[in-house]
């Protein structure tokens, strides 16, 4: 098999876990295999699950109901997230023989950013439904395990501290385009400020897709005040508080019930500042009411997004594509990059899978890198992704999970079992390195 000169087979510095052990550049399926029977043999089975279905049923326990349900839940009868484990149920693994495979790296650069393995997390919003340590948790998770982290703009810590809790590595910022042009610009130069490697464009969210559990459930986290740290944070948005409080705030239109004093509570605690001021004051509702006049932008165009090219010299990714057509409208306004997504199947119910979009995007686009997410549970995945012309895989809701059962040890422990797979799965299937994993590697039924 010759390698893909595309894809770059450098180590990436080992990364060091928040325990003490430190997770080696080579052979890591091997290491946590081993760490994992070790511990066996002395009584101590894994704090966090590593079959994906036990992992999603210990955090069902972990979570609240609507807390669950909003990570958990899809849009409409969510066959588009069942379309996602279907359309990398039907790519089958071909494996080639007597290749040696005693030393693997799973390490690559993508973006000119170096990656311990081509795998990042993906942008997850409102954390601190699964950790009160939200996205800081999180970060420190891709830290100890060497993958970047794609930091959401509804994350419940702002961009700055995400980044403080973890110098120097490696982040990317997703950005909701919002109806306010003056807090996109706002979003984007604190995201450059703050050291981010890219601004990914998210184009499938002008507006909340049908989401029945949370409809069930009557709940919003963003209008309890959560998921709002990237906004409370900023400048611009908070100048719009404030207009909006002085011209007095409406008070409901429906009759409170009773859990309308915990979603008061919920806002001041969620607001900056002491809690008991915010209860006192009009802040905490005028912020919730802001936010839901600006968060999206339906009149948003492909003409639009020029105007990021003016504002910032980061890399430009999109994500949300689909469609080759779309893939070549993208490679001509000149972005760095596309990521396949269906928003995990949250946007829209009946949507094509992620991996089934992923190969046609690919094809049309081949100077461009190209990562996908959607549905990966696991290393497998993830090496079937890359075989389909994948520069980067990525991992969402198994890390928020892992996030929900342990803090940052569990997210960590829940990356670390999707790379020990990855690193397993391409020693079995004759790949030394990611370079190695070729189309010839798969058939789709």
Request: charged letters at 20%; a positive charge.
């Given at each position: ?390 520069r980067a895989v990525g991992l969402g809701r198994p890390y928020a999970y892992g996030l929900a059962v342990a803090g940052r040890a569990g997210a960590r422990e829940a990356v670390r079992h999707v790379l020990a797979e990855l690193d397993l799965t391409m020693a079995l299937t004759g790949c030394p390195s990611v370079a190695d994993v070729e189309p010839e590697l798969v058939r789709r039924r």
């Amino acid at each position: 098999m010759t390698a893909q000169p595309t894809r770059s087979t450098e180590t990436a510095p080992a990364a060091t876990s928040g325990d003490s052990d430190t997770q080696p550049a080579r052979n890591v399926g091997r290491w946590v295999q081993s760490r994992v029977y070790l511990n066996g043999a002395m009584g101590r089975r894994p704090t966090v699950p590593v079959a994906p279905a036990r992992l999603e049923a210990a955090a069902r326990r972990a979570m609240s109901r609507r807390g669950f349900a909003y990570v958990a839940g899809a849009a409409g009868a969510e066959s588009t997230a069942r379309a996602n484990r279907a359309a990398l149920d039907r790519v089958r693994i071909v494996p080639r023989r007597l290749v040696d495979v005693s030393s693997r790296s799973t390490a690559t650069t993508v973006l000119g950013t170096p990656m311990s393995a081509p795998v990042y997390l993906a942008p997850i919003g409102v954390l601190e439904m699964a950790h009160r340590e939200a996205d800081v948790a999180a970060v420190g998770a891709a830290a100890d395990t060497g993958v970047p982290m794609m930091v959401s703009t509804q994350a419940s810590r702002p961009m700055e501290e995400v980044a403080a809790a973890a110098p120097g590595h490696p982040l990317w910022f997703q950005l909701y385009w919002s109806s306010n042009e003056d807090l996109v610009t706002s979003f984007v130069g604190r995201a450059e400020r703050a050291g981010y490697g890219a601004v990914v464009v998210t184009l499938d969210t002008q507006m909340l897709g049908w989401r029945p559990r949370d409809l069930d459930l009557g709940f919003l986290p963003f209008a309890r005040g959560l998921g709002m740290a990237q906004y409370t944070s900023d400048p611009v948005f908070r100048d719009l508080v404030r207009r909006r409080a002085a011209g007095g705030v409406p008070g409901p239109t429906v009759r409170p019930g009773p859990g309308a004093i915990g979603t008061l509570l919920s806002m001041a605690r969620a607001y900056p500042g002491s809690t008991v001021e915010n209860l006192r004051s009009p802040l905490p509702r005028a912020a919730v009411q802001s936010f839901l006049d600006v968060f999206a932008q339906p009149a948003l165009t492909w003409s639009d997004l020029a105007r990021l090219r003016e504002v910032t010299t980061l890399p430009v990714l999109l994500k949300g594509v689909m469609h080759p057509d779309d893939a070549l409208r993208a490679r001509d306004a000149g972005v760095d990059g596309i990521v396949v997504s269906n928003h995990g199947g949250r946007q829209i119910d009946g949507e094509l899978g992620a991996l089934d979009a992923l190969p046609d995007v690919v094809q049309a686009v081949p100077e461009l890198p190209v990562l996908v997410e959607g549905g990966v549970r696991g290393g497998a995945d993830v090496l079937k992704a890359l075989a389909l012309g994948a520069r980067a895989v990525g991992l969402g809701r198994p890390y928020a999970y892992g996030l929900a059962v342990a803090g940052r040890a569990g997210a960590r422990e829940a990356v670390r079992h999707v790379l020990a797979e990855l690193d397993l799965t391409m020693a079995l299937t004759g790949c030394p390195s990611v370079a190695d994993v070729e189309p010839e590697l798969v058939r789709r039924r």
